[in-house]
């Protein structure tokens, strides 16, 4: 079974349009996170929750809309999409003062 | 200039060699000390967890960080190709939260 799982695996869309990407994890963690992988590898933080609660956000446009139905699912939808928002993006899950899972990637290519 | 400072390489060595990683940083808050793995189009995975100065081992890893320096590092005694992966620096200053990454180091071993 996959700890941290994030479906799609590959969105290719085009400039304007609006996409949602989910995660799930089935580790029973209260914190999940989103974060931002350019294509230099340089991993960032976006946003995190905890028990559906928004309790890291970072200078992130807001055309980026995370929401949390419940402490196990953690989306990420993104308004009028642009060129720079092509990389990859990872969810995380972690239960406190534990290690941090990575889910394996959604990579979001922008025509 | 950001607070986790990482050579990007690429790193190309010899397999059998000691791989020798390193990552600096400016905020004396961080406490926590992380080394992640990420092989290509996966998700970071963590190898080594360290809580303040000191070193830490395991198998053929070791991990050492320097709060007076503000450096921590990574030794990979007998590399093996299958250690080809890009390592990220991470690091907080509380045992879960917001971590700051380094821009990774891409490894390859070659046999």
């Known amino acids: 079974d996959t700890a941290v799982s994030q479906t799609p695996k590959y969105l290719v869309t085009q400039m304007g349009n609006d996409k949602s990407i989910k995660c799930e994890q089935n580790?029973?963690?209260?914190?999940m996170y989103w974060y931002k992988q350019d294509s230099k590898k340089f991993l960032k933080i976006m946003f995190s929750?905890?028990?559906?609660?928004?309790?890291i956000n970072e200078t992130v446009p807001n055309r980026f809309s995370p929401k949390s139905p419940d402490k196990a699912h953690l989306n990420l939808h993104i308004n009028s999409l642009e060129l720079g928002d092509s990389a990859v993006y990872f969810c995380?899950?972690?239960?406190?003062?534990?290690?941090?899972?990575f889910g394996p990637g959604t990579r979001l290519t922008v025509l | 200039q950001k607070e986790v400072e990482q050579d990007p390489g690429p790193l190309s060595v010899p397999e059998g060699a000691i791989v020798s990683l390193n990552c600096t940083y400016s905020n004396s808050a961080f406490q926590y000390f992380m080394w992640y793995r990420q092989y290509s189009r996966k998700g970071p995975e963590l190898l080594m967890y360290?809580?303040?100065?000191g070193n830490k081992e395991d198998g053929r890893f070791t991990a050492q960080v320097d709060k007076s320096s503000k450096y921590i590092s990574l030794f990979i005694r007998d590399s093996q190709p299958s250690d080809s992966a890009t390592y990220l620096c991470?690091?907080?200053?509380?045992?879960?939260?917001?971590?700051?990454f380094g821009a990774g180091t891409q490894v390859v071993v070659t046999p």
């Open positions: 995380a899950s972690q239960s406190r003062g534990d290690e941090q899972f």
């Open positions: 360290t809580y303040s100065s």
């Open positions: 929750y905890n028990n559906k609660e928004l309790i």
């Open positions: 991470a690091m907080t200053a509380d045992s879960w939260g917001k971590l700051q």
């Open positions: 580790l029973g963690h209260d914190t």
